[in-house]
T-cell receptor, first 112, second 118 residues
Framework: DAKTTQPTSMDCAEGRAANLPCNHS???????VYWYRQIHSQGPQYIIH???NNETNEMASLIITEDRKSSTLILPHATLRDTAVYYCIVRVGNNAGNMLTFGGGTRLMVKP | DSGVTQTPKHLITATGQRVTLRCSPR?????VYWYQQSLDQGLQFLIHYYNGEERAKGNILERFSAQQFPDLHSELNLSSLELGDSALYFC?????????????????FGPGTRLTVL
């Protein structure tokens, strides 16, 4: 699976959009971008995933650049409950399994 | 609530002992994954089962084993416990197992079992 690079930490004001970047310059054509988050010591939570088109769901939007070498997760109106570590994961399933490889992630602090 | 349940929530035991952690996947999910999260190692994949069969192993120690039963629940057995095994253990389930990595492969995590080895 391709390696990802994320900032270690970010701050965001409550009510503002949180834009979390992820670089994955070695991504292959069949690899998807997944985002998960982990609120302190809870189980990681699936947020969204995409291949090349931008995606939106009730939690967030995912913007993937045309060359697919980077992406941005957007939380449109961050709340204090969005304070968490956000993981960007690039992966493709194969016969060896679909495990997730977690890096260090970005620690997002939403401030009042 | 992800729909994945894990028991027990907390477990405190002594070195050398053996424990069993249990996971019930979301209804209908055939894949179960186990992960370990310790302070110094982050989240690490241990093992994956699909419909009762082992599909992949990560950095799982030989002292650890797992299985998935016909009703699809899974158990992770940890034996000869050492202080370094203290960690959060998460189980996750997913609807399917597709080589494409796309829809159906998103994983839903349980609340975890916190294991403390004294």
């Amino acid at each position: 699976d391709a390696k990802t690079t994320q900032p270690t930490s970010m701050d965001c004001a409550e009510g503002r959009a949180a834009n979390l970047p992820c670089n994955h310059s070695t991504i292959s054509g069949n690899e998807y971008v997944y985002w998960y988050r982990q609120i302190h010591s809870q189980g990681p939570q699936y947020i969204i995933h995409g291949l090349k088109n931008n995606e939106t769901n009730e939690m967030a939007s995912l913007i993937i650049t045309e060359d697919r070498k980077s992406s941005t997760l957007i939380l449109p109106h961050a709340t204090l409950r969005d304070t968490a570590v956000y993981y960007c994961i690039v992966r493709v399933g194969n016969n060896a399994g679909n495990m997730l490889t977690f890096g260090g992630g970005t620690r997002l602090m939403v401030k009042p | 609530d992800s729909g994945v349940t894990q028991t027990p929530k907390h477990l405190i035991t002594a070195t050398g002992q053996r424990v069993t952690l249990r996971c019930s996947p979301r209804s209908g999910d055939l894949s179960v994954y186990w992960y370990q999260q310790s302070l110094d190692q982050g989240l690490q994949f241990l093992i994956h089962y699909y419909n009762g069969e082992e599909r992949a192993k990560g950095n799982i120690l030989e002292r650890f084993s797992a299985q998935q039963f016909p009703d699809l629940h899974s158990e992770l057995n940890l034996s000869s416990l050492e202080l370094g095994d203290s960690a959060l253990y998460f189980c996750a389930s997913s609807p399917s197992f597709s080589p494409s990595g796309g829809a159906g492969n998103e994983q839903f995590f349980g609340p975890g079992t916190r294991l403390t080895v004294l």
